[in-house]
């Protein structure tokens, strides 16, 4: 399994939300990863990209994307705290990750 999915918090919310539920939830997620990408690609605010982190710190949370949570942690928290030049030197890392978080979620909607 990827380094970007929690195959047991997914199974746990395969069991919560029932199985057929899951295409259309990943899809919901894989879209919203791909929007906060652009955003993000796009070199926003520092307040901007505090939201971001902080909606992707939740979702990913709940989808398993367990690498994307913890650094959005890290990029939010900088972020509320203003070190700009924090943010900017790990904001392509966090792309990245949202990246192929992404890329992990739609090949298991595939499968």
């Known amino acids: 399994m990827s380094q970007y999915v929690n195959q047991i918090a ?14 259309v939830l990943f899809g919901i997620f894989c879209d919203e990863l791909d929007d ?5 690609s796009s070199h926003p605010e520092i307040d901007k990209v505090r939201e971001i982190s902080h909606c992707l ?14 650094m959005a942690i890290h990029i939010e928290e900088k972020a509320k705290q203003k070190q700009e030049k924090w943010v900017e030197r790990n904001i392509s890392e966090f792309v990245d ?4 978080t992404e890329i992990a979620y739609r090949e298991l909607l595939l499968k």
């Open 10 to 23: 997914v199974n746990q919310l395969m069991q919560e939300v029932g199985d057929e539920n899951i295409p």
């Open 36 to 40: 906060f990408i652009g955003a993000l």
């Open 57 to 70: 710190k939740s979702s990913a949370g709940s989808f398993g994307a367990d690498k994307l949570a913890t």
């Open 97 to 100: 990750i949202a990246r192929q």
